[in-house]
C-alpha cells in the first residue's frame, strides 16, 4: 500500500462520511434528466407520473391560480400553523376521500404530510412503532418508492403478484392466497385507484371480498390513494378506501393531491387512521405527532392552504372539479385509442389513470429510448398522459413488434 493510499484509508476512517457507499440514480427522476437532455424533437416522454395536457405540457389548474392569488391577499400571516398542519385542508381532503363527515366512520385521526410520501413514511413508522415486528404485503409490481418506505422504517416486507405483466390482468386469486395466509395484525399495502404502475384496478366486488377477508382475519389496509378523480371520477375512485370505512377496526390511509390538483411540487398530503376506540385514535395522533416532530417539525403550508381555498369555496370546487374531469378524460380517451390502436393493447381500455405496464423487456424499453427517443421506465410502465394523439399510433408501431415478455 502506498503512502498516499494509507493516508486515504485513515482521512476516511476518521470522515464521518467515510462509510458512505455510491447510491444508484433513482430511475424515475433520472428519467426527467435524461428526456430533457434528449435533443430530438420527436421524442416521446412516457416517464414520471406527471399529467400533460395536448400540448405536452404540465400546467397550473386555473381554481389553483385563482386560489394562490385569493392567498396572496387575503393571507395574514405564515407563522406556525403546529404539527397537524392546516385542519381546514385535512378535514375537507377527509370529505372528497371518505364521503361527508368521514363517511360517519366514528374514530379517526389525521395529519397534513409533506406529499403522499410523506403520509406512507409517516403511517410506516406509526406501524413499526405500533405493532412491532408485523409485515407489510405489498402486491408486485408497485410503486418502486413503496419497499424503500417501509424498509427503512423497519417493516418486514412480504409479496405476491398483483400483476401477470405478461397476460396484462389483475391476478386476483393470488392477492386472496396473500390475504389468507398473512398473519393476523398483518398490514396490506392497497393502490386506492388508478394503480401504479399498472393502471389495473379492482372491481367493486372484488374490493368488497377483500374487506370481508380483511375484516375476518384481523388484518390491516393501507390504502395509498395518490390518483383520485383520475379513474372514473371522484366518488368513484373512492370506492375502495370507503369498502373499509364500516369493516376495519384499524386502517391507514395516505393521500396525496399532487396529481388530481396538480400540485406537485408543493408537496401536499395528508395520512388518515381509522381506530376503533377514541383511546386508539388519541394514541395514533399523538404518536403521529411525536413522530412528524422528528421528520419535518410542521408539513409546508402553501399547497394545503391552495387546496382548502378550493375546497371550501363552492366555485373554485366547481371549477377543479371541471379541470380534474378534463384531465380524466383526456387520459381515457388516449387509453382508448391506443387500445384501439393494435389488439395487443385491448386491456388497456378497462384499465384506469395514468399508467399502464406493458410487456415490454428491459432490452427493448433501451432499444426504444435510444433508437427512436421514447422514455419509459425499464419495467415497461408507461405514462399514458405523456402520448398525444399524433403520437399513438407511432408509439404503437414501434412498441408493438417488440412486446412479449414472459
Ligand atoms: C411516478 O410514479 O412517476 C410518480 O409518482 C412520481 C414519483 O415520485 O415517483
Not at 395509498?224 to 371522484?234: H, R
Request: one cysteine or more; hydrophobic letters at 45%; proline letters at 5%.
Amino acid at each position: 500500500m502506498s503512502t498516499t493510499q494509507a493516508a486515504d484509508m485513515a482521512n476516511a476512517a476518521l470522515s464521518p462520511f467515510g462509510a458512505l457507499e455510491h447510491q444508484p440514480g433513482d430511475a424515475l427522476l433520472s428519467l426527467i434528466v435524461a428526456c430533457a437532455a434528449d435533443p430530438r424533437p420527436d421524442k416521446i416522454d412516457l416517464g414520471v407520473g406527471v399529467y400533460r395536457d395536448a400540448k405536452g405540457e404540465t400546467p397550473v389548474l386555473d381554481c389553483v391560480k385563482l386560489a394562490e392569488r385569493r392567498l396572496v391577499e387575503e393571507q395574514g400571516s405564515k407563522a406556525y400553523l403546529g404539527a397537524d398542519g392546516n385542519r381546514v385542508f385535512v378535514s375537507l381532503l377527509g370529505d372528497v376521500v371518505f364521503g361527508e363527515g368521514m363517511g360517519g366512520r366514528s374514530y379517526h385521526t389525521a395529519l397534513q404530510t409533506p406529499g403522499g410520501t410523506g403520509a406512507l413514511c409517516l403511517g410506516a413508522e406509526l406501524i413499526a412503532r405500533g405493532n412491532p415486528g408485523r409485515s407489510i404485503w405489498m402486491g408486485e409490481p408497485t410503486w418502486p418508492n413503496h419497499a424503500p418506505i417501509f424498509r427503512k422504517a423497519g417493516v418486514p416486507i412480504k409479496t405476491y403478484e398483483y400483476y401477470d405483466v405478461a397476460a396484462m390482468r389483475v391476478r386476483f386469486d393470488l392477492l386472496v392466497q396473500a390475504l389468507e395466509q398473512a398473519e393476523r395484525g398483518d398490514v396490506f399495502l392497497l393502490h386506492g385507484c388508478c394503480h401504479n404502475p399498472t393502471g389495473a384496478e379492482l372491481t367493486g366486488d372484488q374490493w368488497q371480498e377483500i374487506s370481508r377477508i380483511m375484516s375476518a382475519r384481523g388484518l390491516v389496509p393501507f390504502v395509498d390513494v395518490a390518483y383520485q378523480g383520475l379513474g372514473d371520477g371522484l366518488a368513484e375512485d373512492a370506492a375502495g378506501v370507503r369498502a373499509f370505512l364500516n369493516t376495519a377496526s384499524q386502517a391507514l390511509v395516505a393521500v396525496s393531491c399532487s396529481k388530481n390538483f396538480g400540485i406537485y411540487r408543493e408537496r401536499t398530503g395528508a395520512l388518515y387512521v381509522l381506530a376503533e376506540t377514541a383511546d386508539e385514535a388519541a394514541r395514533c395522533h399523538e404518536n403521529l405527532v411525536s413522530l412528524s416532530r422528528v421528520f419535518w417539525s410542521m408539513p409546508p403550508d402553501h399547497g394545503a392552504a391552495i387546496v382548502a381555498a378550493i375546497l371550501e369555496n363552492h366555485e373554485l370546487k366547481q371549477m377543479w372539479r371541471h379541470e380534474l374531469g378534463e384531465m380524466r378524460d383526456r387520459i381515457n380517451s388516449l387509453r382508448g385509442q391506443l387500445a384501439a390502436a393494435h389488439p395487443a393493447f385491448a386491456p388497456l381500455a378497462s384499465q384506469r389513470g395514468m399508467f399502464a405496464t406493458l410487456p415490454l423487456s428491459p432490452e427493448a424499453v433501451l432499444s426504444l429510448k435510444e433508437g427512436h427517443g421514447v422514455y419509459m421506465t425499464l419495467s415497461g410502465r408507461i405514462n399514458i398522459a405523456g402520448l398525444g394523439a399524433e403520437t399513438v399510433s407511432r408509439f404503437a408501431e414501434l412498441a408493438v413488434p417488440l412486446l412479449g415478455r414472459s
